[in-house]
């Protein structure tokens, strides 16, 4: 794992444009993590962002999204939103603080800690990486931006999450890292969905499988599709194109909450568009992976479009996923949780 670490010691870092760089009006850079702790049935997701020309006070803003789904409570959490300029950003390596939150790598590790403004969550986390990060750094096209995209699949997570009700200590917690980094425009022609799930740890070696799909903003064309496939903390098979199908089932009919909630004046009505089962299969020569996942809770993030008024809407669900497949003669089969995200 020490190569692992000085990797993502010199690439997880902030890539903020530089001064007078065209299209800085439109560039966003997030921090992303969720994690499951499959013994207090807790699925977490956490997201520190910049959008905006950061390079300018006034001009761009930082945001906190917290959130925890307990199938017996629902969902707690909710979003934060600063000026930029309180962000502080050590160009070098990744060392984020805002307000009393902080993204960190330091020593090998991830840490994380979010403290909401005014709704008792308070989450502490160290994430130690358990497989190989994988770079897509290539500035691929989404509508007339592009984006680029580190994953790291699969971490080991121990911290503790303080609720309204309840407060959480977790251990060898399952998590997912990725790091997005950019210039495009909310409401332009793109859309996406991803996922991410890892076995449990006694299960399967350790694999962990991460989901993308590009499409054009109706969701009818898909540009660009991928499946990697992590065994025992290394990429064994990434599945890419026609190779791969996904298909949704039905329509999620369970509360969904939206955040932040001055949205519903702007998008009046249900939210739609999340399906209660959502299936991958891939096939390349001998290799295959199965994936059904089916969604048991959902929540929409409304970010607002950069043409005119109204919002994209960014469907957060977690749910239970059944995976079978073989890969390099290695066969595949258990049931975990999964986090997936749908653009509408």
């Known amino acids: 794992m020490k190569d692992i670490r000085q990797i993502l010691d010199i690439v997880d870092r902030p890539h903020l444009p530089p001064p007078g760089a065209p299209g800085r009006s439109s560039f966003k850079e997030w921090f992303h993590f969720t994690l499951t702790d499959v013994q207090h049935d807790a699925d977490i997701i956490a997201n520190v962002s910049l959008s905006g020309d950061v390079t300018r006070a006034g001009m761009a803003t930082a945001d906190v999204i917290a959130l925890c789904h307990r199938p017996s409570h629902g969902w707690s959490g909710s979003i934060d939103s600063y000026e930029a300029a309180a962000a502080s950003l050590n160009a070098e390596r990744l060392s984020l603080k805002l307000s009393g939150n902080r993204v960190e790598y330091v020593d090998g590790a991830y840490q994380l800690a979010i403290h909401l403004r005014d709704e008792e969550f308070s989450l502490t986390a160290r994430l130690v990486p358990r497989a190989s990060p994988m770079l897509i750094w290539n500035d691929t096209p989404i509508g007339s931006g592009h984006l680029n ?63 993308d799909r590009t499409t054009d903003r109706d969701g009818r064309q898909v540009l660009e599709q991928t499946l990697g496939v992590w065994h025992n903390g290394t990429l064994a098979k990434l599945f890419t194109r026609q190779m791969i199908r996904a298909r949704r089932f039905g329509r999620f009919e369970g509360r969904i909450p939206r955040l932040p909630g001055p949205a519903r004046l702007i998008e009046w009505g249900q939210v739609l568009e999340i399906p209660i089962e959502y299936r991958i299969s891939a096939r390349d020569a001998d ?9 048991d809770g959902a929540l929409q993030v409304s970010v607002p479009t950069d043409f005119g008024f109204g919002v994209v809407g960014l469907n957060e669900t977690v749910g239970n996923c059944t995976v079978r497949g073989e890969f390099g003669r290695t066969a595949v089969e258990f049931v975990t949780r999964g986090c997936f995200e749908f653009m509408a």
């Open 149 to 211: 995209w580190l994953i790291v699949p699969a971490l080991s997570a121990s911290g503790r999450i303080a609720l309204t009700d309840t407060a959480i200590s977790f251990t060898d917690a399952l998590a997912y890292h990725d790091h997005n980094w950019g210039q495009w425009k909310w409401g332009d022609d793109f859309g996406w969905e991803w996922g991410t799930l890892m076995a449990p740890a006694q299960d399967a070696g350790q694999t962990a499988l991460v989901f």
């Open 287 to 295: 290799d295959w992976i199965d994936i059904d996942y089916r969604i």
